[in-house]
């Protein structure tokens, strides 16, 4: 069996907005570790199937053997969720709803070879399929304009002082390439972001999040292309549910989050007509109803067990 470590977050919360029902098929945009799938195919027995997106191949190695029981009734797919659509088309099933988890799995995080945490030595990579995708988080802090790496930060990660970390990482990487020091290392990039910012290392205790997280974010976002993929993964939401179908969506942090807000919000709208237009002549109607008005987020109870699920954010709506 494949060692692979992840909680699935809100699980309860989101079986119970989603509402699956005996024999209907879902879609899992984000298999990761199997557990929003499994909690699916628990409560669509005896025919009812789940249709999941994995690039990671860890995950899917871990999720066959975690829901080899339900090897009949789940269909994986090693591709990106922006091809939903594409791969919709292609399989020819009814569904009732969809789930996106769009955080990082514990297995990722974990891994150092990975480079998701600047708490570990692995390699500065990011990518969420090796096999796949080329670029690596190294190939942005090392070759990578300062003009490049500052939108990346300013717009990825909304980080601290990033015209000051942009600018000195672009001087600090000139000795680098002279002592041919590449790919880099996630401990390096750290140790050069407390250089630049003059934080000597027993002075952490005093900040509420590391320094590095939002870099760390940043790159992570840019390498893997995250929010266009989740700006072009909405609408296909949206026009593959049925009537009456249900999508939902959990984010971790707030450029996510806005995203599928603001993309809720507009389809949520009736009339777009000029406020001065007396007298409706645009026709719109709202394509959505917002299935909890407020955003849910884990309980302290779940949050206790499982401090990575404290930043999730669920949302649901359902098709009109």
């Known amino acids: 069996m494949t060692e692979y470590q992840h909680t699935s977050v809100l699980v ?21 570790g199997g557990g929003h799938s ?13 249709l999941a997106f994995e690039l990671d191949g860890r995950a899917i190695s871990a999720s066959q053997d975690k829901l080899k029981k339900y090897q009949n009734r789940l269909i994986i797919i090693n591709s990106s969720y922006v091809n939903l659509q594409a791969e919709f088309n292609r399989q020819k099933i009814n569904i009732s709803g969809i789930v996106a988890d769009l955080g990082l799995s514990s297995d990722q995080l974990d891994k150092a070879e990975r480079g998701f945490s600047f708490k570990d030595h692995g390699s500065l990579d990011m990518r969420f399929d090796p096999n796949g995708q080329t670029l690596t988080a190294s190939d942005i802090v090392t070759d990578y304009t ?3 790496i500052l939108k990346i ?13 942009a600018r000195g990482l672009v001087s600090w990487r000139k000795n680098l390439d002279k002592q041919k020091q590449k790919p880099i290392k996630t401990s390096m990039l750290v140790g050069a972001i407390l250089q630049i910012l003059n934080i000597k290392e027993d002075n952490l205790k005093r900040f509420r999040i590391h320094p590095a997280t939002q870099v760390f974010q940043a790159l992570r976002i840019a390498v893997n292309d995250e929010l266009n993929n989740l700006k072009k993964v909405l609408p296909q939401a949206y026009q593959t549910l049925p009537s009456g179908g249900r999508l939902a969506v959990i984010s971790f942090h707030s450029l996510e989050d806005r995203i599928v807000k603001q993309y809720f919000k507009k389809m949520t709208q009736g009339c777009i007509c000029p406020p001065e237009t007396p007298v409706c002549r645009c026709n719109n109607q709202p394509k959505i109803r917002l299935v909890n008005k407020k955003a849910i987020r884990p309980s302290a109870v779940e949050i ?9 954010i669920l949302r649901v709506i359902e098709k009109i």
């Open 12 to 32: 309860e919360e989101l079986i119970d907005l989603l509402a699956p029902q005996s024999n209907g098929n879902y879609i899992d945009l984000t298999l990761g």
């Open 153 to 165: 930060f300013q717009e990825y990660g909304e980080v601290k002082q990033a015209k000051r970390l």
């Open 146 to 148: 300062e003009e490049q």
């Open 304 to 312: 206790s067990k499982n401090p990575r699920s404290r930043s999730a």
């Open 38 to 50: 499994q909690a699916i195919l628990e409560k669509t027995g005896p025919d009812g199937k789940v």
